[in-house]
């Protein structure tokens, strides 16, 4: 089989891919019967086909993988026609492994491009991917199948253009929130942009910030509670395995806990809950996948709340449908708990790429 490594990319999650490849490149190269194209996607979006043993190198030394800028090794998606490089040369490969976390990588519209060239791609498809980015129309959708979620509300940077509008939305929050609360923006992964804010007036920077992400905010309640998260595989018949907790050593599980700082969080897998709750959050976690339209692979990450007489509440919080990949990632890591190797786990949703992608083909789009 001949796959198409896909990594880089022009999210504010550029380097978490970088490093997320090349765990998934040295899995694929354990695996004899497996031909690997590389393709990094440059900051600006323009994808080029790499030196295979150049990458290799740098896998195999426990080094993020990095993207050569040749204008002659420029890459083209050819609707109906798969990949093309070095002006037109045909890159015939089985199936496509996006390691790509974020914006025009994770919410859909990479998708949407790998399906008009006809290829097959490991993960979620279009409306799977472009929902579980979107953290607002997540939730919406969880909230119609009945699922809970922590108390939010959302603005839109549009809905904001005089400073009384500012002083509105700080009363509001304040009636049916509270503060502390979390404000973030609506589209991105990885804690980029967030803020946890404790009085109104941290709010306009902390708007300020999410909106140089995206254009809608999100604010949510800031509740104190244990951050739980499941790895889901499937697609039709989805599993999830024993969830795992973090347990941030900062004031909240921010970017620079996940990636920065060595010492930002300890992860604890299986997490230490009653059984009973492990089968609740799996249950929730695959419900809240297969809402979203959900395959291959997800990270549902949720939360457990504690009341004063000692109840326990949980809430889905958020899924990444492409998550964190590196073999010390959560999801990775969750599945080798549950007997699932690093290598292993690559091919199988390779196997579910190409189950999900010949599904499609058999169809009949022209029926009447």
């Not at 347990?247 to 620079?256: A, G, L, M, N």
């Not at 996948?289 to 291959?296: K, L, N």
Request: proline share 6%.
């Amino acid at each position: 089989m001949r796959v198409a490594l896909l990594y880089g990319g022009r999210s504010a999650e550029h380097e978490v891919s970088l490093s997320s490849a090349a765990g998934v490149l040295r899995a694929l190269m354990s695996h004899e019967e497996m031909a690997v194209e590389l393709i990094g996607l440059a900051r600006d979006g323009t994808w080029y086909y790499q030196n295979f043993t150049a990458q290799l190198d740098r896998a195999q030394a426990d080094s993020p993988l990095t993207i050569e800028e040749r204008s002659d090794h420029r890459v083209a998606v050819l609707p109906g026609g798969g990949l093309a490089v070095r002006e037109g040369k045909a890159l015939p490969v089985d199936c496509v492994v996006p390691i790509l976390h974020g914006s025009f990588g994770e919410d859909g519209t990479l998708q949407g491009l790998l399906e008009m060239a006809g290829l097959a791609y490991v993960g979620s498809g279009v409306v799977g991917s472009a929902v579980g980015m979107d953290k607002m129309r997540s939730k919406q959708l969880w909230q119609d199948h009945g699922l809970p979620v922590v108390p939010y509300l959302h603005v839109a940077e549009a809905d904001l253009p005089e400073p009384d509008d500012m002083h509105r939305l700080a009363r509001v929050i304040d009636e049916r929130l509270g503060y502390p609360v979390f404000v973030k923006p609506n589209a991105a992964g990885s804690s980029v942009g967030i803020t946890r804010v404790t009085t109104p007036e941290e709010l306009p920077t902390s708007l300020e910030r999410a909106f140089r992400v995206d254009r809608v905010a999100l604010i949510e309640q800031a509740l104190s509670v244990r951050e739980i998260e499941t790895a889901v595989l499937g697609n039709e018949s989805p599993q999830a395995f024993q969830p795992g907790e973090v347990i941030p050593s900062h004031e909240f599980y921010d970017y620079d806990a996940k990636y920065q700082d060595p010492e930002g969080a300890r992860l604890v897998i299986p997490a230490d809950i009653p059984p009973d709750l492990a089968e609740e959050i799996k249950a929730l976690s695959v419900a809240a996948f297969r809402a979203i339209d959900g395959a291959g692979l997800s990270r549902v990450d949720c939360f457990i709340v504690t009341a004063d007489d000692g109840s326990q509440d949980v809430y889905v919080n958020e899924i990444n449908t492409i998550p964190g990949f590196t073999p010390i990632s959560m999801y990775p890591k969750m599945v080798e708990a549950g007997g699932i190797r690093y290598a292993e786990l690559v091919m199988r949703l390779i196997e579910l790429a190409m189950e999900r992608f010949q599904q499609r083909e058999a169809r009949d789009f022209l029926a009447r």
